[in-house]
């Protein structure tokens, strides 16, 4: 059984640029959730997704966008990103919605 | 939604000794993890505890959900368990976890 499993690991980005996350999950979970962790702090609730429909949403603006796939892997999309966009991106998956969840190893995005 | 709190915010411990990480939180959860996080941001599991008592090695949780808090225990502290420790709760009317602003531990040989 593999864990969830994120890439890249790191990456930088330009001001104003797109990027683009991945995430597959642990093997037969259907609900993933992305976090944005800023340094020292916990991690933020972007947006979970469930059997491929976004089912909840944080205080994130619409350039934050999303995707999930038939084998229940995931994207985050970031459009014009900003400095303040620069943080862990975690990404976690449960079998189902309230039960035990388990997070990838991130993806550090540093915007310059 | 629900708040979640921990303390202390700090713990500086000499390798050998026992400590407990607190974590309150604002309304009734459906569920309840701890999670360690280490050096390099990967958020481990330790426990999911939204109610009980569960041990694994030398740290143990206890979650009293009718009094709203949760504990966790290290004991016998080694400098691996240096880092920072995240509560984080899902309550019964949401999907996300909301975590505490977290434990960092330093354990000193």
């Known amino acids: 059984e593999t864990g969830v499993t994120q890439s890249p690991t790191h990456l930088i980005k330009t001001r104003g640029q797109q990027v683009t996350l991945r995430c597959s999950s642990q093997?037969?979970?259907?609900?993933v959730s992305w976090y944005q962790q800023a340094l020292g702090q916990g991690p933020q609730f972007i947006f979970q997704y469930y059997r491929e429909e976004e089912n909840g949403r944080g205080n994130f603006p619409p350039r934050f966008s999303g995707l999930q796939f038939p084998n229940y892997s995931s994207e985050l999309n970031v459009n014009a990103l900003e400095l303040d966009d620069s943080a862990l991106y975690l990404c976690?998956?449960?079998?189902?919605?309230?039960?035990?969840?388990?997070f990838g190893q991130g993806t550090r995005l540093t915007v310059v | 939604g629900i708040q979640v709190e921990q303390s202390p915010p700090d713990l500086i411990l000499q390798e050998g000794a026992n400590s407990t990480l607190r974590c309150n939180f604002s309304?009734?959860?459906?569920?309840l993890q701890w999670f360690h996080q280490n050096p390099w941001g990967q958020l481990i599991n330790l426990f999911y505890?939204?109610?009980g008592t569960k041990q694994n090695g030398r740290l143990s949780a206890t979650t009293v959900a009718t009094e709203r808090y949760s504990l966790l225990y290290i004991s016998s502290s080694q400098t691996t368990d240096s880092g920072v420790y995240f509560c984080?709760?899902?309550?019964?009317?949401?999907?996300?976890?909301?975590f505490g602003p977290g434990t960092r531990l330093s354990v000193l040989p």
């Open positions: 093997s037969g979970h259907n609900t």
């Open positions: 984080a709760a899902v309550d019964n009317y949401g999907q996300n976890f909301v």
């Open positions: 505890i939204p109610s």
């Open positions: 309304d009734s959860v459906n569920n």
């Open positions: 976690a998956s449960s079998l189902l919605q309230g039960a035990e969840a388990f």
